[in-house]
């Protein structure tokens, strides 16, 4: 007996704002399957207005209402059943955040919820990192976002710490991360991991996975501390300009990429790790994996 149906999840992060449908199947005797059906990311970047302003500006108030009704039309189209939109770091800092949350529902229909930091690093540890690690290793897992960062410390399979930093990409490009935060995650990440013998550590965010990508290493093989350092400080060397026309890169991810590969290379520092993994895995994917497990709260309808 085999049984498919559509899960959607949405993140509406600090940089961009995503849409993931998913398709769940369920065989008899069989381990459920979640495969992508489509992804759709829009760079909208409402960091760089709350950071700076403390609020959504009018300009990207009316582009999230656009995006949402485009992602709506995209749920009706793909006949989900299933959805949970999530805002982070910038709705939850945004003074008006939650009375655009109210513009949303009633121009789209969809529900957001503005979920805290540690709901958020609770949602990201929930995906499928079971099939990445080793039950035997120990593991710091690094999510980088624009507006913040969240790390857990996984031991033989079990979450032993997480803990979510207001350290994100888009913080520090408005340069408006201190030092003491960054202390702060040194001495959180190093009293956290200095038992173990040896750590490595799993990354996750559009960032590492576009480094993976250029890497051209395989799936499951992990990127080294002295590979990503070479490749932050030939970051370094290139313009912002330089960095789309030359690397490749887009627009929205050229200025952002070298704070997040700082965030990873000061994670693997303070842990004493030697390689970084990358299984493609974010909250979109802990949002589905969390609404089939029930423990967290979803719609199964449009307002």
Same mark, same amino acid.
């Given at each position: 007996? &085999?049984?498919i ?13 995503? &849409? ?5 199947v ?8 979640f ?6 990311r ?5 960091g760089?207005?709350?950071f700076v302003?403390e609020?959504?500006?009018?300009k990207?108030?009316?582009r999230?209402?656009?995006?949402m009704?485009?992602f ?11 959805y949970?939109?999530c805002a ?9 955040g939650?009375?655009?949350?109210n513009k949303i &529902? ?5 529900q957001?919820d503005?979920?805290?930091g ?9 995906t499928d ?6 039950a ?15 790390f857990s ?8 710490a997480?803990?979510s930093?207001?350290?994100g ?6 340069d ?11 001495n ?5 991991t200095?038992?173990?013998?040896k750590i ?7 960032n590492i996975?576009k ?8 799936l499951?093989k992990p ?10 400080n ?26 997040a590969?700082?965030?990873?290379l000061s994670?693997m ?10 299984p ?9 994996k969390?609404?089939y ?11």
């Open positions: 007996m &085999l049984n149906k559509k899960y959607a999840a949405i993140d509406i992060g600090s940089n961009a704002v995503r &849409l993931l449908i998913s398709n769940i369920e065989e008899e005797n069989k381990p459920t399957r495969k992508k059906s489509s992804l759709v829009v760079p909208i970047r409402l760089a207005d709350v302003n609020k959504i500006s009018k990207n108030e009316q999230m209402l656009d995006t009704l485009a709506k039309l995209l749920i009706q189209s793909h006949g989900v059943v299933k949970k939109a982070t770091s910038a709705m939850r800092e945004a003074t008006n939650q009375t655009l949350t &529902l009633e121009h789209s229909g969809l957001i503005i979920i805290g540690e709901e958020e690093a609770a949602i990201i540890a929930a990192l079971d099939s990445y690690i080793d035997n290793k120990t593991y710091l897992y690094v999510d980088v976002g624009g507006g913040s960062s969240e410390v996984i031991h033989n399979a079990n979450k032993i997480s803990e930093f207001k350290i990409t888009v913080r520090l490009l408005n408006m991360v201190k030092k003491e935060a960054w202390k702060e995650l040194e959180w990440i190093k009293t956290n200095s038992m173990y013998d490595e550590v799993i990354g996750s965010g559009g996975n480094i993976f990508k250029v890497s051209g290493k395989a499951g990127l080294s501390y002295f590979y990503l350092t070479s490749y932050y030939m970051l370094k060397t290139y313009s912002y300009e330089e960095r789309i026309s030359v690397l490749d890169l887009n627009q929205d991810r050229a200025d952002v990429i070298i704070p590969t700082r965030i990873y994670a520092k303070w842990s004493r790790a030697k390689d970084i993994y990358v493609k895995i974010g909250l979109v994917d802990g949002i589905i969390s609404m497990n029930d423990t967290v709260s979803s719609h199964s309808k449009l307002k």
